[in-house]
Nanobody
């Protein structure tokens, strides 16, 4: 079992920045993928960004150039720096953990609201 604890999120004006953090604990494999999905009201959950334990990253086209994902393997923690936020970034952001690019575990979700 893997537990994911998220922090960050909140309310910000358009053009602002937020940083999300997610700490994993439990049965962590050294080779893994962590990242963030997001789900806006009425929409399907979509991958926002992911990063492997070796540093390879993947971003949704809509966030490229604005979001940066990083991780600290010693702390089993992944970060999502979100800059130039837009109202369409408003969503619940879910941290995830997987052995490859398929989530096996989810965090509880954190709300990000961007006002115009």
């Amino acid at each position: 079992q893997v537990q994911l604890v998220e922090s960050g999120g909140g309310l910000v004006q358009a053009g602002g920045s937020l940083r999300l953090s997610c700490a994993a604990s439990g049965s962590i494999f050294s080779i893994n993928v962590m990242g963030w999905y997001r789900q806006a009201p009425g929409n399907q959950r979509e991958l926002a960004a992911g990063i492997t334990s070796t540093g390879s990253t993947n971003y949704a086209d809509s966030v490229k150039g604005r979001f940066t994902i990083s991780r600290d393997n010693a702390k089993n923690t992944v970060y999502l720096q979100m800059n130039s936020l837009k109202p369409e970034d408003t969503a619940v952001y879910y941290c995830w953990y997987g052995l490859w690019w398929e989530p096996n575990y989810w965090g509880q979700g954190t709300q990000v609201t961007v006002s115009s």
